[in-house]
């Protein structure tokens, strides 16, 4: 039941704060969940996946603000990025205890957060947009999806601040260009999970209550009447996962 609770909660006030649904949920699982960290990945990777896949579909109904070719480029370099960063990830806690792994992930996790909010919140006033070419967005696509392959979480904040300080993008493209890169990161990350698991999929009873969740609070956030301000609610995410992926850090180096 705390699966459910988790992914519906994190899935409803991420999308509605534009900062993706395992934003949170990621470091909650660190945090709560006595699964491997592959497990956990597994798991951020199917939540993550269900709610980018709603979002789309509600996003397919309005006018889409990018141009077809750079929406292709955003999903090849995310869908590379995303089989190459769960190569890496799993990799990388089979090798590492799990302590280290949660210690390193949280950290590297707590980066990517803080920094896109850092730039929001101050560095956005002051440094101008670099107004690059869209051709740039493979590569853009690619190393976020990368990390977030890795992190199996959608990274969203990151591609929010890298669409805005790159390309001068408005809202509306960095949020498709954002979602974009989530969903087809997770969905090369989860290819190649199928893969290397024999198409087997572990702890499927605890994903039989996360996808539910994953999936109501997705549902919930796209409906206009019950949504919270954008703002608070994203600050308050912001707020909850930073301290969340700290606390994780430390219980690893105390452990």
Same mark, same amino acid.
């Given at each position: 039941m705390i699966y459910l609770l988790l992914s519906a909660a994190s899935a409803f006030f991420g999308l509605t704060a534009g900062l993706g649904p395992t934003t949170l949920l990621r470091p909650l699982l660190d945090a709560v969940s006595p699964l491997t960290p592959s497990s956990v990945a597994m798991l951020c990777t199917m939540a993550t996946l269900c709610a980018a896949l709603i979002s789309a579909f509600f996003a397919l109904g309005q006018p889409l603000p990018l141009q077809q070719d750079e929406l292709l480029l955003l999903a090849a370099g995310a869908a590379l990025g995303g089989v190459l960063g769960d190569l890496a990830s799993a990799h990388f806690v089979a090798v590492i205890p799990r302590s280290t792994a949660v210690l390193l992930q949280n950290a590297l996790l707590f980066t990517l957060i803080a920094l896109p909010s850092v730039y929001f919140s101050t560095l956005a006033r002051t440094v101008r947009p670099l107004a690059m070419s869209r051709m740039l967005s493979f590569p853009v696509a690619f190393g976020v999806g990368l990390l977030g392959s890795f992190l199996a979480f959608g990274a969203?904040? $990151?591609?929010?601040?890298?669409?805005?300080?790159?390309?001068?993008?408005?809202?509306?493209?960095?949020?498709? #260009? #954002? $979602?974009?890169?989530?969903?087809? #990161?997770? #969905?090369?990350? $989860?290819?190649? $999970?199928?893969?290397?698991?024999r198409m087997q999929l572990p702890d499927a009873d605890v994903l039989l209550w996360l996808l539910p969740g994953a999936l109501g609070g997705a549902l919930l956030a796209m409906v206009p009447s019950i949504r919270p301000s954008s703002s608070r609610s994203g600050d308050t995410l912001l707020r909850l996962s930073l301290f969340t992926s700290l606390i994780n850090m430390a219980a690893a180096v105390v452990g």
């Open positions: 969203e904040p $990151l591609s929010l601040a890298l669409y805005f300080l790159l390309f001068d993008a408005e809202n509306d493209e960095s949020s498709i #260009a #954002a $979602l974009t890169i989530a969903l087809f #990161a997770m #969905a090369g990350k $989860l290819i190649t $999970l199928l893969i290397r698991e």
